[in-house]
């Protein structure tokens, strides 16, 4: 199993650009999840997707689409890039049903909007 | 709105020494669960403990454990025997359930834990 995986791993826009992150797993876990980490700080939740066909803005959604394709895909979209989007990126998944299941994490998308 | 506060922003340790890490944070939630995660500079996420807030067991992984004090509101981990391998960044989280499907984690800012030959 791969477990959690992103495209690409780096990037590098102009800010107005737009881009989408990809992320997959073959976990077949119910709940999907978007995050930035930006230098020096923890992971913020951007979306979530808690079954396949719901989607739901988390603590930093601005700027920011979400599409759940299907089950095993979870896409990020910034339509106009900017400065303040650069971070890092991580997808991650888990269980839905009941709580505190472990999220597993991809490993990171590193975004530069210059 | 949770919150996930750690206060030291750096630490190290020497090789085959005990250190601890602080956590606390603000809820008013009765029912959660706690964790610590491990980054490496690889990036990746990797989970290092988790504690149920019904539990007063404190959670217990081979050379990790935490001690939970759910009045205080307080979470640190313990790591004994350091590694060198151990050398990351280490967050608290808090997770709280979100309706009946999928759960939210709110992180600390972490601590980076350098080990010391």
């Known amino acids: 199993n791969a477990g959690v995986t992103q495209t690409p791993k780096f990037q590098v826009l102009k800010t107005g650009q737009s881009m989408t992150l990809q992320c997959a797993q073959d976990?077949?876990?119910?709940?999907m999840y978007w995050y930035r980490q930006d230098p020096g700080m923890g992971l913020r939740l951007i979306y979530y997707?808690?079954?396949?066909?719901?989607?739901d803005k988390g603590e930093v959604p601005n700027g920011y689409n979400v599409s759940r394709l299907n089950k095993r895909e979870f896409s990020l979209r910034l339509e106009s890039a900017a400065p303040s989007q650069t971070s890092v990126y991580f997808c991650?998944?888990?269980?839905?049903?009941?709580?505190?299941?472990?999220?597993?994490f991809g490993p990171g998308t590193r975004l530069t909007v210059t | 709105a949770q919150t996930v506060t750690q206060s030291q922003p750096e630490m190290s340790v020497q090789e085959a020494e005990t250190v601890t890490l602080s956590c606390t944070y603000d809820?008013?939630?009765?029912?959660?669960?706690l964790f610590w995660y491990k980054q490496p500079p690889s990036r990746q996420m990797i989970l290092v403990i988790r504690?149920?807030?019904?539990?007063?067991q404190n959670a217990t992984e081979n050379r990790f454990s935490v001690n939970f004090q759910k009045a205080a509101k307080s979470f640190s981990l313990k790591i004994s025997d350091s590694q060198l391998g151990d050398t990351a960044m280490y967050f608290c989280?808090?997770?709280?359930?979100?309706?009946?499907?999928?759960?939210?984690?709110?992180f600390g800012g972490g601590t980076r834990l350098m080990v010391k030959p």
């Open positions: 989280a808090f997770m709280k359930q979100i309706r009946d499907a999928g759960n939210m984690l709110t």
């Open positions: 809820t008013s939630e009765n029912n959660y669960y």
């Open positions: 504690q149920e807030a019904y539990k007063q």
């Open positions: 976990m077949n876990h119910n709940s």
């Open positions: 991650a998944s888990s269980e839905a049903r009941g709580a505190g299941y472990e999220q597993y």
């Open positions: 997707s808690a079954s396949e066909g719901t989607t």
